[in-house]
């Protein structure tokens, strides 16, 4: 849950109790003193001097001063050194900085550093703002005590340009993400592909969205058995959740298609028993494209989009497939199953194929393929496959504006043979070599012709067991963040 951070710009009318101050190695020079009390200055000084890598990015000063009759806390962000001062710096310094103004009980903190001091750099601002958002969330729905704290009020002393319009953006923004993150860290009992519809339901009605649910009944009608046959062994049914914004008149949609395997046993190829239970993670993709169409209507963006999401809960029951079963996907492809726990690219064959069904142009899926993207990549930088590199750069640099890191692998031809059956069309696993590769060009395979398509494999990415920058334990909501920024680009 989100604890409430109050955003505005500083007047002379804010009361501060602390002060958080943002500084590259370059910035000390561009200081305007004349904000500071002589006391604050001569402590800041005298800290500066001793510190003297004040500025490596993750470094924290805590200093108390006097001013007028009262105590007042600082607090010194370090944000890098030269083009290392990046807005994913001051981002992290936010998250961090008020994680520390919680525990020291600030309510009003003034945040300053030279460079919103410039009036072309709202995107700084932003970086701050949504730093803020992010640090302050945490997830204690279900803990009988509770960390009970105040509002945050927290003001801007800037110059940006337009500074107000920036910190609603990133309000609206961080609201998406923090709305993932709670679909993301609800358990399996609580959001099944029920829940996320009737959630969509309500986004959907909030911000005049069109929407379609497809329930079992619906996926059986339009022969999408590849989805059915992940969710046979559940006794929560599939379900195929269709938002659509128009913010572009009669110009193409893009697509944002997510996975959305409420909770993932591993069907019969169960999982082993520890880290099961972080399965209920494995519907990131989905909440993410949610949020994202969410925050892209809140922005009222000129872009025409969808969000598809491919829910399904994987359980090895009685009516549960089978190793071995061959399935018929939507497209009329046959795919034999080499293990029930390569699911995800099951239920997103039928959701890219209907998105394209649905006229979308250009199509980009999310999902917690596989773990062996944390063995390529760890689990700071997310996986690309594509058939566009121009799509996949726009990705890149979508993410880059906001702190999330992707790196593209190659889809050589040579890869597609793993994927090939004896018996079906497709396999739906290649086995251990290239894994993260095979699983997104089996995805591939459901695109149509002349459609340029993008996934992203967040398996490494989607969740974290320890709280630091801007992630807080549980689900990270990555991607939301770079999904509304590409339909920004």
Request: hydrophobic content about 45%; overall charge negative.
């Amino acid at each position: 849950m989100l604890n409430k951070v109050n955003l505005q710009v500083a007047d002379a009318q804010f009361k501060e109790e602390g002060v958080a101050l943002f500084l590259c190695k370059e910035c000390p020079k561009f200081l305007d003193r004349k904000i500071f009390s002589d006391e604050a200055m001569f402590m800041l000084d005298g800290y500066l001097a001793k510190e003297e890598e004040f500025y490596k990015p993750g470094k924290m000063g805590i200093l108390t001063y006097r001013e007028g009759e009262g105590v007042k806390q600082m607090l010194v962000l370090g944000c890098g050194e030269g083009k290392e001062c990046s807005p994913r710096n001051f981002r992290n310094g936010a998250a961090n900085a008020i994680r520390k103004l919680k525990e020291l009980k600030v309510q009003g903190v003034k945040v300053m550093a030279p460079i919103i001091a410039k009036p072309d750099k709202g995107h700084y601002l932003e970086a701050l703002a949504q730093g803020f958002f992010l640090g302050a969330y945490t997830f204690d729905k279900y803990q009988e005590k509770k960390d009970e704290v105040a509002d945050i009020n927290v003001a801007f002393v800037t110059k940006v340009e337009d500074a107000a319009e920036v910190l609603v953006k990133a309000e609206k923004l961080e609201a998406g993400v923090c709305l993932a993150r709670d679909l993301i860290n609800e358990p399996g009992n609580v959001v099944y592909p029920e829940v996320l519809a009737e959630c969509a339901k309500k986004i959907a009605q909030d911000g005049n969205l069109e929407i379609e649910i497809l329930d079992e009944k619906k996926l059986q009608e339009k022969n999408m058995l590849s989805i059915l046959a992940v969710g046979q062994g559940s006794a929560h049914k599939p379900r195929m959740i269709v938002l659509k914004y128009n913010g572009a008149g009669q110009e193409p949609y893009t697509a944002y298609v997510g996975k959305g395997i409420t909770f993932d046993s591993g069907g019969i190829s169960i999982k082993p028993t520890e880290g099961m239970g972080e399965m209920k993670d494995d519907m990131s993709g989905a909440a993410d494209v949610l949020a994202a169409i969410r925050v892209v209507a809140d922005l009222k963006l000129k872009v025409n989009l969808m969000a598809v999401l491919a829910c399904a809960e994987n359980m090895p029951g009685g009516n549960a497939q089978r190793p071995g079963d061959i399935v018929r996907a939507a497209n009329g492809k046959t795919i034999e199953v080499i293990t029930t726990d390569a699911e995800g690219r099951m239920v997103l064959a039928d959701a890219v194929w209907y998105a394209c069904r649905l006229g979308a142009k250009r199509v980009v899926d999310i999902a917690t393929l596989t773990g062996a993207a944390i063995i390529a990549l760890g689990n700071d930088v997310a996986a690309i496959i594509a058939n566009d590199d121009a799509l996949a750069q726009d990705i890149v640099k979508a993410g880059k504006l906001v702190g999330e890191s992707y790196w593209q692998l190659p889809s050589f031809k040579e890869y597609k043979e793993l994927i090939k059956s004896q018996v079906a069309d497709l396999k739906n696993s290649g086995g251990r070599a290239a894994g993260t590769i095979t699983g997104g060009l089996f995805i591939g395979e459901f695109i149509d012709k002349g459609v340029q398509w993008a996934h992203l494999d967040i398996g490494g990415t989607a969740s974290v067991t320890k709280a630091g920058d801007c992630k807080s334990y549980g689900g990270t909501a990555f991607g939301v963040a770079t999904l509304v920024k590409l339909a920004e680009l």
